[in-house]
């Protein structure tokens, strides 16, 4: 009896995915006239990872955009923004990424459930599948932004030091960030000072500009140095002081989270080396000894 339900439940599920694959492939058909073309010249490239489905991702933008309203397209673009994903990708291929993620996880672990066999509580793992799928994307996301503002945090300095010598030795301060931003290192805060540098050539003023890369950064080093400068230009203070000021505060707090991580990292060792260090030594000193006292 327990076998039948269990064959019932695989044909039940295969019935499903056969149901689904369908739909899908009947969405895609009237999607695929309607796909934008790939540009990217003005983009990030895509990861290798994002490159295998990103066909079935362009396909699915397209219904996207018709599902969603715009006000939810724009505050995703905004997080992506933040981020600076939004330079891989738009907010309508974000989202159909996510579903597509929820699809491929769902079909793998249908794939490992029905290679194993009698497996119970098979809609359990599909539907933890299908959530797992659906916010890995929102994971990357977030992992993606930790890592912009860490490298955004140690190259700050290093665009103030070349700014701070440039006014120093003459030049005014949008001639210094442009000299900044050629010697400058690539990275997420080089990209922001070209935008930067564009809206200021487009007529945007520098406070309004720099308020804008602010607003794209939310980080705390930027947002204080972002402040001190139109602070400065505001009370026709020294450019260079402030800059070197700047400057030295920022490679001072640096220097600090450094000292920081070196201080937790054997606090952080604990857990490791109670758990599994420790037992695995007490092991190899004791297995020696209980040999010998058995053998008595």
């Known amino acids: 009896m327990f076998e039948m339900t269990l064959e019932v439940v695989y044909l039940a599920a295969i019935v499903a995915i056969g149901v689904s694959i369908m739909a899908l492939c009947y969405f895609m058909q009237s999607a695929i006239p309607d796909t934008p073309a790939d540009e990217r010249t003005y983009m990030d490239p895509l990861p290798g990872g994002l490159k295998l489905i990103w066909p079935l991702v362009l396909m699915c933008s397209v219904l996207i955009e018709m ?67 659906y916010m890995f994307p929102t994971v990357w996301l977030s992992d993606t932004r930790k890592r912009r503002e860490m490298q955004v945090i140690r190259a700050l300095p290093i665009y103030l030091d070349f700014t701070t010598m440039a006014v120093e030795a003459g030049l005014n301060l949008t001639g210094a960030m442009q000299q900044a931003l050629n010697k400058g290192p690539k990275g997420a805060l080089r990209n922001e000072f070209s935008i ?101």
């Not at 981020?83 to 993620?101: D, K, N």
């Not at 793998?108 to 098979?122: A, E, G, M, Q, W």
């Open 67 to 133: 599902l969603y309203s715009n006000a939810y397209l724009d505050k995703v673009e905004k997080k992506l923004q933040h981020t600076g994903v939004s330079y891989t990708l738009t907010a309508e291929q974000f989202i159909a990424l996510r579903y597509v993620s929820a699809l491929i996880c769902v079909f793998l672990t249908l794939l490992v459930l029905f290679s194993l066999k009698n497996v119970n509580d098979i809609w359990l793992f599909v539907v933890l599948a299908t959530v797992g799928g």
């Open 196 to 296: 930067v540098m564009r809206d200021m050539r487009s007529g945007v003023t520098r406070a309004e500009a720099l308020k804008r890369m602010d607003a794209r950064l939310r980080v705390d080093d930027i947002t204080r140095f972002v402040n001190a400068m139109i602070q400065a230009e505001k009370m026709g203070s020294s450019m260079a002081k402030t800059l070197r000021i700047q400057s030295e505060q920022r490679r001072t707090e640096r220097f600090q989270r450094a000292e920081k991580k070196a201080m937790e990292a054997p606090v952080k060792l604990v857990f490791p080396l109670i758990v599994f260090i420790f037992p695995v030594t007490f092991m190899v000193l004791g297995f020696p000894i209980a040999m010998k006292f058995m053998s008595m």
